[in-house]
């Protein structure tokens, strides 16, 4: 009996060690070793904190926190509802296609009505004064009102400054000062996989922020645009956020966001956003003149070379585009281009599609030269061609 209860004492004894030891163990851990988290790098608590880039955002367990770039950002877009007039058939059968395979969709049989549509949308505000750039495709071409909601709450009418169709912009102006604005940035500066906001207000819901990288730029031949040089972007674009702020990662505005690509109607992790070096010349020129000032060298109407058309032309490779129509009253006969010549340089630079060369010949400031390289009959050769305005030539 006695040594039954010696061994019963004994392992109760034990018992009750382990239940000490297992509890102050985690105790010991967490008050003796913690050390101090100091935006996101671990340090041992007697290390003081290394000084922070205040530009840059602040990084908590790993990932970048973008929480002040976003109360920022939010304030200066706007949210844009944009009553426009549509022209619509009377017709009951409308939406039949049996009806509309044979009377089509311009049928007068049953005369035709102006119905009222409300296209809805979002601005970003680029100056105090109240200067606002968003979509051509958000203000329409037959606009009868305009209104603008601030994030204070305010609805202000706005007046149309310009449209430009042929990069889908459109600049505002609403009758307020002392407004919030981004910065502009250089979107010329970007990098593939840089961080990127999307903030817009899509479906109506206003004031969203979305994170994405910069998938890729120079984006063309989406077909959204006659002027395509597109920040391909995976921050959630969804309907409602066009004519938003794409934002980088030091709260500076790189983009107007602007189109998706969707097969749902929704978010597909594709979206298109305009450069903010693009946007604000168009924004200048739609102040200044009006209008937008692009160059041209006349009517010159060009095709990929294809394969097929290297071997014919005897070309050392399927590069680059080959003039099959032009105008005889332009500056590119002028200077001696001619249909069968194949454009293979642009200021020195190879030509890869017909973007780029509509982009290079547009971005040209009106009265410089640009240098043509091209190839005729297997021999290389260089045109010298001014660049001026389609009413200049219009006026020879």
């Known amino acids: 009996m006695k040594r039954l209860i010696f061994a019963i004492l004994s392992i109760s004894i034990g018992f009750l060690a382990g239940?000490?030891?297992?509890?102050?163990?985690?105790?010991?851990?967490?008050?003796?070793?913690?050390?101090?988290?100091?935006?996101?790098?671990?340090?041992p608590a007697s290390t003081p904190a290394p000084p922070v880039d205040q530009a840059a955002p602040v990084r908590t367990g790993g990932l970048p926190d973008f929480t002040g770039i976003a109360a920022d950002t939010v304030a200066a877009v706007t949210n844009i509802s944009s009553l426009q007039v549509v022209r619509?058939?009377?017709?009951?059968f409308q939406d039949d296609p049996f009806?509309?395979?044979?009377?089509?969709?311009?049928?007068?049989?049953?005369?035709?009505?102006?119905?009222?549509?409300?296209?809805?949308g979002s601005g970003v505000i680029v100056s105090p004064?109240?200067?606002?750039?968003?979509?051509?495709?958000?203000?329409?071409?037959?606009?009868?009102?305009i209104t603008v909601s601030l994030t204070d709450k305010r609805e202000l009418r706005a007046k149309v400054v310009g449209l430009d169709p042929s990069t889908d912009i459109a600049l505002l102006k609403i009758d307020a000062s002392g407004l919030p604005v981004i910065p502009w940035g250089d979107s010329s500066q970007?990098?593939?996989?840089?961080?990127?906001?999307?903030v817009g207000n899509p479906f109506q819901l206003n004031s969203s922020v979305t994170l994405g990288i910069v998938s890729a730029l120079g984006r063309a031949n989406v077909g959204v645009a006659a002027y395509e040089d597109f920040i391909q972007t995976d921050a959630a674009i969804n309907p409602g956020n066009s004519g938003g702020a794409l934002v980088n990662a030091r709260g500076q505005l790189i983009g107007i966001n602007t189109a998706i690509y969707t097969k749902s109607g929704g978010y597909q992790g594709v979206g298109f956003a305009i450069p903010s070096n693009l946007a604000r010349r168009v924004m200048?020129?739609?102040?200044?003149?009006?209008?937008?000032?692009?160059?041209?060298?006349?009517?010159?109407?060009?095709?990929p070379v294809t394969d097929r058309i290297a071997r014919q032309l005897s070309l050392p490779n399927a590069r680059g585009l080959l003039v099959s129509k032009m105008s005889?009253?332009?500056?590119?006969?002028?200077?001696?281009?001619?249909?069968?010549?194949?454009?293979?340089?642009?200021?020195?630079?190879?030509?890869?599609?017909?973007?780029?060369?509509?982009?290079?010949?547009?971005?040209?400031?009106?009265?410089?030269?640009?240098t043509l390289g091209a190839i005729r009959e297997s021999?290389?050769?260089?045109?010298?061609?001014?660049?001026?305005?389609?009413?200049?030539r219009r006026r020879r």
Do not use: C, M
């Open 328 to 370: 005889r009253n332009s500056a590119a006969y002028d200077a001696g281009l001619r249909p069968g010549d194949v454009i293979v340089a642009f200021n020195g630079r190879a030509v890869e599609d017909v973007g780029q060369l509509l982009r290079g010949v547009a971005d040209t400031p009106i009265g410089n030269t640009v």
């Open 99 to 120: 009806f509309r395979y044979f009377f089509g969709d311009d049928s007068d049989t049953f005369g035709w009505r102006d119905q009222p549509s409300e296209s809805l």
């Open 379 to 392: 021999r290389k050769v260089e045109f010298r061609i001014r660049v001026e305005t389609t009413a200049e």
């Open 129 to 145: 004064d109240g200067y606002i750039l968003t979509n051509n495709h958000v203000v329409g071409e037959q606009t009868a009102e």
């Open 190 to 198: 970007l990098k593939v996989a840089e961080w990127v906001l999307a």
């Open 88 to 92: 619509q058939s009377n017709s009951p």
């Open 284 to 303: 200048n020129d739609l102040i200044k003149f009006g209008e937008v000032r692009r160059g041209t060298v006349g009517y010159v109407e060009v095709a």
């Open 19 to 43: 239940l000490v030891f297992t509890g102050r163990l985690p105790g010991a851990i967490a008050s003796d070793a913690a050390p101090s988290e100091v935006r996101g790098a671990v340090v």
